[in-house]
């Protein structure tokens, strides 16, 4: 009845729970399993997140679609997590990669609404107007920021610098001002009106390194000596002189950085005078515990000659030179020998003690064990050196004690050139002999004795030099002094001789370029002449032909392996036949080219089976018959073998 009525009875609404299972078995089970075994497994049949295709787009329609379906998402987003700034900072920054300005510029401001008191919301903002040179957006907008946002410094660091990379010094200086009006924290103390505000050590600092940014040398220099009126009793006084003196060193003005260590030395007490004297004590200290380290002693020179004493220079200039390299090996001398070329120049160019100068090169050619090895450019040096205060007779002394001592190349060729350019010409002829009885093989050497010859108008003395050179037995680069030969020869217009040198190198060499470049010669020497009949033409032509013909004879009969050579051969003279024109015959070349083939060959490897490669291979007329008897007698002559082999 009460069912009826709408009421449920108390059995209706109880709750029915399962039994509690009764487990038989209690004692642990044979194979546990762990945590980690089943999120592994979780993990394993986990299916493979979806990831969209790629979509590639081909028509301007498909592109309006896509850039209509990423607005619509993008616009569901901020509208849901409006809250979100890497929401409107992914928006922004798609609109912008689509080269759509006006859209990003609006999807910043609708993210501006929400979080303009986010400084990292202004200056992504800018940062997209100067990444893509809209300048005056980024200077309005950075004007927006400061005015909103004050006390960020970070906004004034940017809008300053954006102004100094744009060359607008005048426009950052105005900046500074706004800046300074809001009486900034530590961090800005660089313009006039805070160094006002904060008269310390470091305000001044930064305010005289961006004048000298700017290069504003002259502002900087009075930024400087006003901090040293002020600040010459402050507890930071120090940092200040050394910033000053190292200024100074900047602008090689070594004599007023000189000035400023002495005022600073004696205006500060040693106690506190810790800056001028540390990088002396770190230097000493570390030479000390290694003497062979020679960038540390170039270090402390450099400290030195920024003081300025000479004594001083000298003495660690001295001490540096006493650590010789314990091996005689040239590795080892070559940073230690600097250490020598600095200090000659110094006396050379600060010092202006040029007996001095000449007594460290002296020094130092003594110390070299030159009958292990030597080092030419102390030679040179010194030689040099010697030049400068036209002293020759003495420059002239060291060149030929070097060329005794120790002969280089570098020295042979320093000297000639130096005795070129004074015009001896017979001194330059003894040392070209000298160089040559040295190093008979220097090809170099050989072709520029004769371009000098060559230069006096001297062609007979060319001649015989060059018919020296490739008369030697051994030479580093005979194709080049062939070359030059033969190359000086036609520019002489002997044309005759020149065809006696390529047949003499012919009997040295049959290579391929020596081939070609002699039927060139003979194509180009048809050309040469002004005036000639078209009979002598004809006879030039054939000349280059007959040279042609000799060589596919040669590579045919004497070299039938080369047969790519041979290819490229054939290549030239139809190349020659097309480039003559009406008289060139370009049939009878190209009945000779070759074939090519694509073959394989089995190549035996140490560590596995053998493998085949692909080859080109060239067939050329008439040895097409004679290949394949060749193929059938190798053939017949295996199955005969193996027909033996068989039997036994």
């Known amino acids: 009845m009460a069912s009826s009525l709408g009421y449920l009875t108390r059995k209706e609404t109880e709750v029915k729970l399962p039994k509690a299972t009764w487990v038989k078995n209690k004692t642990p089970a044979p194979i546990q399993i762990t945590a980690e075994q089943i999120l592994r497994e979780a993990r394993e049949r986990q299916e493979s997140e979806f990831k969209l295709p790629k979509q590639k787009i081909s028509d301007p329609t498909e592109l309006a679609d896509y850039r209509l379906r990423k607005r619509k998402e993008y616009e569901s987003l901020v509208s849901r997590v409006s809250w979100n700034k890497s929401v409107w900072v992914k928006y922004a920054k798609w609109e912008e990669s689509q080269e759509d300005f006006k859209r990003a510029r609006s999807v910043w401001e609708r993210a501006l609404d929400h979080h303009c008191r ?5 200056l992504k903002y800018a940062d997209m107007e100067m990444k893509n040179k809209f300048v005056n957006h980024a200077r309005n907008l950075w004007d927006r920021a400061v005015d909103l946002l004050p006390r960020v410094d970070q906004l004034w660091y940017k809008y300053i610098h954006m102004e100094e990379m744009l060359g607008n010094v005048a426009g950052a200086r105005q900046i500074f001002e706004r800046w300074m009006a809001w009486m900034p924290d530590q961090q800005g103390e660089i313009f006039e009106r805070f160094v006002e505000c904060h008269p310390r050590v470091g305000a001044w600092i930064r305010f005289a390194k961006f004048e000298m940014k700017n290069g504003e040398i002259g502002r900087a220099r009075d930024c400087y000596e006003r901090a040293a009126d002020k600040l010459s009793g402050d507890e930071e006084a120090e940092h200040l002189f050394v910033a000053f003196a190292e200024f100074e060193e900047k602008c090689k003005e070594i004599e007023r950085a000189r000035c400023i260590y002495k005022f600073a030395l ?26 062979l380290s020679y960038d540390t002693w170039f270090e402390y020179i450099r400290l030195e000659e920024s003081v300025g004493n000479k004594e001083g220079i000298r003495e660690v200039y001295e001490r540096a030179i006493v650590n010789v390299p314990p091996a005689e090996e040239k ?10 070329i600095n200090y000659a120049l110094y006396e050379e160019v600060q010092a202006q003690d040029m007996e001095r100068a000449r007594d460290v090169y002296r020094e130092c050619l003594k110390l070299i064990p030159h009958k292990k090895f030597s080092i030419a450019k102390i ?4 030689a040099q050196f010697e030049i400068r205060q036209l002293r020759i007779k003495e420059a002239r002394l060291l060149l030929g004690q070097a060329i005794g001592r120790a002969p280089k ?3 042979f060729k320093k000297y000639i050139e130096i005795e070129l350019h004074l015009g001896n010409i017979d001194r330059c002829r003894k040392l070209y002999e000298k160089y040559l009885e040295w190093s008979p093989e220097n090809c170099y050497a050989w072709s520029k004795f004769a371009e000098l010859e060559r230069s006096l108008n001297e062609m007979e003395r060319a001649r015989a030099i060059f018919e020296l050179a490739i008369d030697q037995p051994s030479l580093d680069m005979p194709e080049l002094l062939w070359k030059a030969y033969i190359d000086f020869e036609i520019s002489e217009g ?19 370029k020596v081939w070609i470049s002699f039927a060139k010669f003979e194509a180009s020497a048809m050309g040469s002449e002004v005036e000639q ?24 009969n004497s070299a039938p392996e080369l047969k790519e050579e041979r290819a490229m051969l054939m290549e030239e003279w139809l190349t020659m036949e097309s480039g003559f024109g009406e008289l060139g015959d370009i049939n009878l070349v190209r009945s000779k080219l070759p074939k090519k083939l694509k073959k394989r060959r089995k190549i035996d490897m140490e560590d596995g089976p053998s493998m085949y490669e692909e080859y080109i291979d060239y067939l050329f007329p008439g040895e097409t018959q004679s290949t394949n008897l060749k193929i059938l007698e190798a053939a017949y002559k295996w199955k005969k073998q193996r027909v033996a082999s068989e039997e036994d």
């Open 118 to 122: 986010d400084h990292t919301m202004w």
């Open 266 to 291: 004696d205006r500060i007490p040693k106690g506190r005078a810790e800056d001028l004297y540390r990088k002396r004590f770190q230097c000493e200290d570390e030479v000390r515990k290694n003497p």
């Open 331 to 340: 590795r080892y001398w070559q940073r230690y020998i600097y250490l020598w």
């Open 494 to 512: 002997e044309f005759e001789r020149t065809r006696a040198l390529f047949e003499r190198l012919l009997n040295r060499t049959k290579h391929l």
């Open 409 to 411: 190349d570098k020295v």
């Open 379 to 382: 030679w040179l040096l010194a």
């Open 533 to 556: 009949d078209i009979v002598q033409t004809k006879n030039y032509l054939q000349r280059a032909r007959d040279v042609f013909e000799r060589a596919v004879s040669y590579f045919r």
